[in-house]
């Protein structure tokens, strides 16, 4: 087998193959799962690069002309990031044109360049099974007692919206919600393609509720939901047992509101305890999404502005690096976010994201976006494939 579309096909696969194993041997994604052990993400990795460089000739050039060659990436650390900036530049995939059947575009901040990522069928299939593997250690809710009878998500129907990854992966989630659980979409798109929410509407079927219900919604959608509230007066009792989950940033779209205080002023306005609220960290570039848990007092260091740690699954890796020496950051330090997300196999597995981060031993904390365009040597941008 050297077609390296072919052996890309191979590798998905097995990685499929070893996740559902050990899924099935462990009872879960995040119990003892080999993917945890370095030796065994390391050897995937390099070999998941390796294909990627075969399978796309612009990859290989970029390493080429910064002098990376595959035999000094000895280990998955080694692995540059690419630039989310390059995503905008040319369209970075292995997929050949004629399997290419899905665009996700970046949401970018208002009136930017957005980011590509193409998928397959047979992509979308490996980007939804594992969505909902790890979608499912970290619910919103209690799957052992589940009390949520609804799901409202905020945005506009995945119809109206194909090439936002981040509505087919509450699309996603929808589609596997227990029997018996309604969910609709509520938002809608104004005449510019911006997305909006019919407040009165949203409001009154949410003041009329019986039953607990889960939000699904961007930050600035939620701003937005807030500062109509404010601005008429009103306040909100969602039934006990209602939840948030809140992801997405403001993208320049809303005023920023600092995400505890955001969570505190949601809490006020539609009653609903604040141990009800998760927030998901997820991109176009990538495949693989994380998730925040609220730590232990008796764990909170001295660093940190939040209790809240997120974690990607066993079969990706997050780094906070330092943009002026493209090294990991010690703990309690802050840096740019590197994700190895081996579920990106058609793609490229290493992306440098624009995001700030502090590095904890346990996670790793979301503080905002980057001005900078990133660390020396790892920015990619459209000169580079000139």
């Known amino acids: ?11 998905q696969n097995r990685l ?3 996740v559902r194993s050990e899924h099935a041997r462990c009872g879960a994604v995040t119990s003892d799962h080999c993917l945890l052990r370095d030796d065994v993400f390391n050897d995937l990795s390099l070999e998941l690069n390796a294909l990627q460089c075969k399978a796309n000739p612009q990859y290989a050039a970029w390493l080429e002309k910064s002098n990376q060659r595959l035999p000094m990436m000895f280990h998955w650390k080694k692995i540059p990031g690419i630039s989310t900036q390059a995503f905008k530049a040319v369209d970075w995939t292995c997929l050949p044109e004629s399997d290419r059947t899905r665009v996700f575009y970046s949401s970018g901040t208002t009136g930017g360049e957005t980011s590509k990522h193409w998928h397959s069928d047979v992509s979308l299939k490996l980007y939804e099974e594992l969505l909902l593997l790890w979608f499912r250690e970290h ?27 981040l509505v087919h992966m509450f699309s996603t989630i929808a589609n596997d919600l227990p029997e018996g659980v309604l969910h609709q979409f509520v938002g809608q798109l104004s005449d510019d393609g911006n997305w909006q929410l019919p407040m009165e509407k949203l409001i009154e079927s949410l003041a009329e509720l019986s039953h607990p219900v889960c939000l699904f919604g961007t930050a600035f959608l939620y701003v937005h939901l807030l500062d109509y ?3 008429s007066g009103r306040q909100l009792s969602l039934p006990k047992g209602s939840m948030v989950l809140e992801t997405g940033g403001y993208k320049g779209k809303s005023r920023e509101i600092p995400k505890e205080q955001l969570y505190k002023q949601l809490a006020a306005k539609l009653g609903v305890e604040k141990r009800h609220f998760i927030c998901e960290y997820g991109m176009s570039e990538l495949s693989s999404q994380a998730y925040d848990a609220q730590i232990e007092q008796s764990e909170l260091s001295t660093f940190g502005t939040t209790p809240r740690r997120f974690q990607f699954p066993p079969w990706a890796r997050c780094r906070v690096i330092s943009p002026e020496t493209g090294l990991e950051v010690g703990y309690g ?3 740019m976010i590197h994700v190895i997300d081996l579920a990106n196999i058609w793609s490229c597995l290493s992306v440098l994201t624009e995001d700030v981060a502090i590095h904890h031993k346990k996670g790793f904390e979301v503080i905002g976006r980057s ?14 494939f000139s």
């Not at 919103?140 to 090439?163: A, R």
């Not at 001005?371 to 580079?384: I, K, Q, V």
Request: net charge negative; proline share 10%.
């Open 371 to 384: 001005t900078d365009a990133g660390p020396r040597g790892c920015s990619l941008m459209s000169d580079d």
């Open 16 to 18: 499929l193959e070893m």
């Open 333 to 335: 330090e802050t840096g």
């Open 1 to 11: 087998m050297n077609d390296p579309i072919e052996q890309l096909g191979d590798f």
């Open 139 to 165: 619910p919103p809710w209690d799957m052992k007692d589940f009390m949520v009878k609804e799901c409202l998500f905020l945005t506009p129907e995945p119809s109206k919206v194909t090439h936002s990854s």
């Open 229 to 231: 509230l404010e601005e």
